[in-house]
């Protein structure tokens, strides 16, 4: 149905009509492969090469035929697209798929991995989340059993005048007092101080620049400020931090460190002892930081979080929403870097392009079961989304993995393209980064530009914006700036790319840097 201009407008308003300001407001009617098209004024069909690819969730491109048949069929066949509470064994099927990628890929997941179906990445996120909070709670349960049970023997102790109070720093312990009397003041002492604590939510760990979502606890994983600081009374906090300086990373896990008071019974004495308390609920990673300009993570920060982890007992959970299903080259991103998580999110192209789809994996020796009845939601694990996600997966896993490495030579092809542009343009091109099919071209800071538009618009973090206006209106291709000032303008097409697509992409870039190097900036305008 159309719309008129004099209709009254509900949705998009405001969005609209910034994307309509920078160039980007365009209403797209066909997608196919890498390409996008609208019709113009004469209702002629225009193609637009498009590089955002639903935000990389696309590997097969728009409109997959495979996929769109398989879709059909599945739908002809009258399958229940919805039976909940009831035995679906299509979601332990994509689960012994995925099993057998995660364990080929990073070697040492021996128990095999538990899967938890959503509907999007901040979906599975979140699970994580609630998963790890599990965790977190059966250890601090332990621990507050024992501290229960060591003052059950010193009360036990004290009363049959085996052990004494000794000098403490939390109850005075000086002469002439009942060491009964003693011990319950030091025992009402520890549990104020330790209820305080065990009530307290966890802390986070994310690495700085990192997205991971924008609900109500992912946005809290999300570094930017802008989509975070509103809502962080919403949820629990997270420490970001730096994903190149591994070496500062335990310090500031120690910072973060919380301890418990026991009593502890020893030579006839009572004592104060510290435990550690699991303050910490999980370290969230991308393996490629979409967000960051798509900068991979390097094998030793990779190798650092892992130690970090492993020293505090606390998940490592590898988000390979944006990075995983085949993008980079291999099914995880976080294979190239040798990083083994103990949860795992995977999203976007699960859903084969047409329906929405996210699974979150959790190492079977730390999943805990009642996870399965505690978490639900009426239409994760949905019969069709779940039929596309096995049919994308035998895509991907097919002759051999041939998706995977079309993914890895297209993406080097596009990236070299990439750094041939910057070796020309240096002044206006800073750095070129990523992944297989997931990279970056970040411009030169242009906020002391001597071009007042380009100033200005840099100024504004909107250069990245009006750089994809002009590519779209000028050269027909589609792209979205990326990384935390918007300088950058990312690249994560289908494995269908071909070299006609970037040499076109080369042409458009070679312009941009042009216009950025003789700083015209009136040109990018609409
Ligand atoms: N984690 C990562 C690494 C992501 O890239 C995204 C989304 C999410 C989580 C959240 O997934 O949107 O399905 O809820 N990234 C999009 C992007 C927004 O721009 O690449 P979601």
Known sequence: MSSAASDPVFAD??????????????????????????????????AVLDHVCGFGSLIFGHNN??????????????????AQLSRQSHANKIATVLNAIVRREVPGGDSGYAAIFANSGAEAVEICVKHAEL?????????????????????????????????NPYVPVGPGRDDREKLEELIAEIGRRNAELVARGPVHLALENAFHGKLVASV???????????????????????????????????????????????????????????????????????????????????????????????????????????RTGAFLASS????????????KSIGGGIVKNAVALFRQDRFRPEFEVMHSSTFAKDGLSASIALKVLEMLEADDGRAYRVAAERGSRLKEMLGSVRSDFPEVVDTVAGLGLMVALEFTDQTRASCEVLREKAGAGMLGYVVAGYILREHRIRVLPVGPVGNSVRFEPSIHLTDADIARTESALRDVCTILRDQDGHRLLP
């Open 65 to 82: 035929p495979d996929i769109t048949e398989h879709a059909k069929s599945v739908l002809d066949q009258q399958i229940p697209v919805h």
């Open 135 to 167: 965790e977190r709670r059966a250890r601090i349960v332990k621990l507050t059993d024992d501290i229960a049970r060591h003052i059950e023997e010193a009360r036990e102790a004290v009363g049959a005048g085996r052990a004494t109070v000794v000098e």
């Open 336 to 347: 190239h870097m040798g990083l083994r998580g103990d949860y795992y999110t995977l999203a």
């Open 220 to 326: 809290q994983l999300t570094q930017n400020p802008h989509w975070r600081l509103p809502f962080t009374a919403l949820s629990s906090s997270t420490r970001f931090l730096h994903p190149d300086r591994p070496e500062e990373m335990k310090a500031a896990v120690e910072e973060l460190r919380e301890n418990l008071l026991d009593i502890v019974v020893d030579d006839g004495a009572v004592n104060v002892v510290e435990r550690e308390f699991p303050a910490i609920g999980a370290f969230f990673v991308e393996p490629v930081q979409g967000a960051n300009g798509m900068r991979p993570l390097s094998e030793v920060s990779a190798r650092e979080i892992r130690a970090v982890c492993d020293a505090i007992g606390c998940p490592l959970i590898v988000d390979e929403i944006h990075s995983g299903m085949g």
């Open 13 to 46: 308003r405001r969005l609209n009509d910034w994307l309509s300001s920078v160039g980007l407001g365009i209403e797209y009617s066909r997608a196919e492969a890498n390409t996008l098209y609208f019709r113009d004024e004469s209702d002629q069909e225009v």
